[in-house]
């Protein structure tokens, strides 16, 4: 016994495509919302261990950086000016 079935190949291949994109889709989804979910506890929890540090660091990286801008700014504006 034998069946042949003939299938045009641009169908095929449209069949096929969407067939891999949805499993991709399926498997990529579900796994990335578990990653994402342990990234932020993973984070999180480092910053409450370290809360105090880490508001710290923060507040003399952002002191220090908008000093360093508010420095070229007002050299700007004194040099424009001229």
Do not use: F, W
């Not at 949805?22 to 409450?48: N, P, Q």
């Amino acid at each position: 016994m034998k069946i042949e079935v003939n299938i045009p190949d641009d169908e095929l291949m449209q069949m096929i495509k969407e067939d891999v994109a949805k499993s991709l889709h399926a498997t990529y989804s579900i796994d990335r919302s578990l990653y994402k979910r342990m990234i932020a506890e993973a984070v999180r929890s480092v910053i409450y261990a370290d809360k105090d540090y880490v508001v710290e660091m923060v507040v003399s990286r952002a002191a220090r950086e908008c000093g360093s801008k508010a420095v070229k700014k007002l050299l700007e504006g004194m040099t424009d000016g001229q």
